[in-house]
């Protein structure tokens, strides 16, 4: 293996490189490793992936980026930078997804957190629905419905609806009360004998 005073072989490409693409290595004479730094970055990622398949587990492909770009590891789609949230903490300073897997991801989340279901068993219980909500049977099905005391899923109701139901504080006897009062029930007079009208309590 020839060296030289400006660069030296690398025993894995064999290509006579600077001395500053090797790394150093104090255990051998001349205090830099055999192989350069992408040979030995190269042999690093196959002894990677070679471990972890033989764990079962799937390795990514490296992608190549065009500059002022980012992969999104959930879509795989390759967006401009302008796609991403902000994170001061990431290296690149970019959220690890795109806007859009973040917007329908954080859907999912709230829904598997504040109600225990999934997006498919809520469009399972919509479809049951015929797509549309369960109490004014007009609008569409889009606000997921649940008792709050137990906080068991009723249903799923358009926006009207719910809110309804919510102002009402989720109370039967409102409802009804409501109900009677939409019927004229609860503010016409009652006629007890003729011309004598009893006015409600």
Not at 37 to 48: I, N, Q, S
Not at 188 to 191: F, R
């Given at each position: 293996?020839?060296?030289?005073?400006?660069?030296?072989?690398?025993?894995?490409?064999?290509?006579?490189?600077?001395?500053?693409?090797?790394?150093?290595?104090?255990?051998r004479a001349d205090g830099l490793q055999v192989r350069c730094?992408?040979?030995?970055?190269?042999?690093?990622?196959?002894?990677?992936?070679?471990?972890?398949?033989?764990?079962?587990?799937s390795v990514r492909e490296k992608v190549e980026v065009?500059?002022?770009?980012?992969?999104?590891?959930?879509?795989?789609?390759?967006?401009?930078?302008?796609?991403?949230?902000?994170n001061s903490s990431a290296s690149d300073g970019l959220s690890t997804r795109c806007k859009a897997c973040r917007a329908v991801q954080g859907r999912a989340g709230h829904l598997k957190r504040k109600y225990g279901i999934t997006e498919a068993e809520r469009d399972d219980m919509v479809a049951s629905q015929a797509g549309v909500?369960?109490?004014?049977l007009k609008a569409p099905a889009v606000h997921v419905d649940?008792?709050?005391?137990?906080?068991?899923?009723?249903?799923?109701l358009c926006f009207n609806c719910n809110a309804a139901l919510g102002l009402l504080g989720d109370d039967p006897d409102?409802?009804?009360?409501?109900?009677a009062y939409l019927e004229g029930n609860a503010w016409?007079?009652?006629?007890v004998a003729p011309g004598v009208y009893q006015l409600p309590s």
């Open positions: 293996m020839s060296e030289s005073v400006e660069g030296k072989v690398c025993s894995g490409c064999k290509r006579e490189l600077p001395l500053g693409s090797f790394a150093f290595d104090r255990n730094r992408e040979c030995v970055a190269e042999y690093g990622a196959t002894y990677y992936r070679r471990r972890q398949e033989a764990l079962g587990k065009p500059s002022g770009h980012k992969l999104c590891r959930s879509c795989g789609e390759i967006k401009p930078q302008s796609e991403w949230h902000r909500c369960t109490i004014c649940h008792c709050h005391e137990t906080g068991r899923v009723r249903g799923v409102a409802l009804r009360r409501a109900i016409k007079p009652t006629l």
